[in-house]
């Protein structure tokens, strides 16, 4: 794809009496509308770091401003679907974040390269200063569902997975399903399967959120002093809708937690969400969300009218 030439304006200097947010962006493809996201949250309070996957070969490619960081390529990882990879992409984002030379950040926000802003970026920040403390996350216990999908969540951590049969391909899906009905199937885990369990409730949901610095920090320490809680992930399926939320609700802060700020569309029994055209835009700029989720400007290009 070609390369974009945007005349970025300059971030004025940050006010230090107000809000303050890190914007976490995985992203994977499509450099210029990356790049005209980048443009749409600029703002002297935001900076955005961006994990560009291993795979993708546009790092040149993104704009050049002083609250634009693109993650070096020692800490770029190759991102696989439902695998640990999300995770470590996410904590990488995170902990340079957290370290960065413009860091003390109010919140640590993470996106996709394909969400759009629904919201103007100075109602984003105001957003943020009436509900500075509070997460948003969306999450669930297994317990809250009937007792086929309790089970189908709960067996993403009771049995080791081998890391090359999670997998969008077809075979990795036979592969993942015979192993599962080898270990007892949905409705029970033969004790010979069962692994070692972390003593926490686990929690789910959607992979995207927004946390307090509060929470970021006890995350942080958590895991610093816990290193079995990641390792442990990295035997899971589909670890990227799990982790950070049942830490947040293992912290003191689970209390703080409302539903994540992304509008999204799933058909029913899909894995992802539905790329947005313009037939949803008025039904995504009516909701009460920041954020929507996918666009892609190769398949419909409305969304930057919004």
């Given amino acids: 794809m070609d390369s974009l030439n945007i005349e970025t304006s300059g971030i004025q200097k940050r006010n230090e009496d107000i ?20 443009e749409r949250l600029n703002h002297p309070d935001i900076d955005c770091y961006l994990h560009i996957d291993k795979k993708a070969d546009f790092t040149d490619k993104i704009i050049h401003r002083e609250n634009v960081f693109v993650l070096p390529d020692e800490q770029r990882v190759s991102v696989e679907w439902a695998q640990i990879s999300q ?37 984003i920040v105001e957003f943020f200063m009436q509900h500075n403390g509070e997460n948003f996350i969306q999450y669930w216990s297994s317990k809250n569902f009937g007792k086929h999908i309790q089970n189908n969540f709960d067996k993403r951590n009771q049995i080791y997975f081998p890391e090359g049969i999670i997998g969008r391909k077809f075979w990795q899906k036979v592969l ?47 895991l ?19 982790f950070f939320h049942t830490l947040v609700m293992l912290s003191p802060f689970g209390d ?23 037939d949803d835009l008025q039904r995504a700029k009516e909701s009460k969300y920041l954020v929507m989720r996918k666009v892609d400007m190769n398949v419909d290009d409305s969304f930057l009218q919004i």
């Fill in 256 to 278: 703080k937690t409302t539903d994540n700020l992304l509008y999204q569309h799933f058909q029913k029994g899909a894995n992802s969400p539905d790329v947005l055209t313009a």
């Fill in 87 to 123: 995770v470590t992409a996410t904590l990488n984002l995170l902990n340079t974040a957290v370290a960065g030379i413009r860091g003390g950040y109010d919140y640590y926000w993470l996106i996709s390269g394909q969400d759009w802003p629904l919201r103007s970026v100075e109602e």
């Fill in 19 to 38: 809000m303050k947010i890190a914007i976490l962006i995985q992203c994977h493809k499509n450099p210029k509308q990356i790049n005209l996201l980048l």
């Fill in 176 to 222: 993942k399903r015979g192993w599962v009905e080898i270990s007892g199937g949905y409705n029970r885990t033969w004790k010979l399967f069962q692994r070692k369990q972390l003593e926490v409730n686990f929690y789910f949901g959607s992979q995207w959120w927004c946390l307090s610095k509060e929470t970021v920090n006890w995350i942080n320490n958590y």
């Fill in 224 to 242: 610093a002093e816990n290193p079995d809680f990641y390792d442990f992930y990295r035997s899971s399926s589909t670890p990227d809708e799990s």
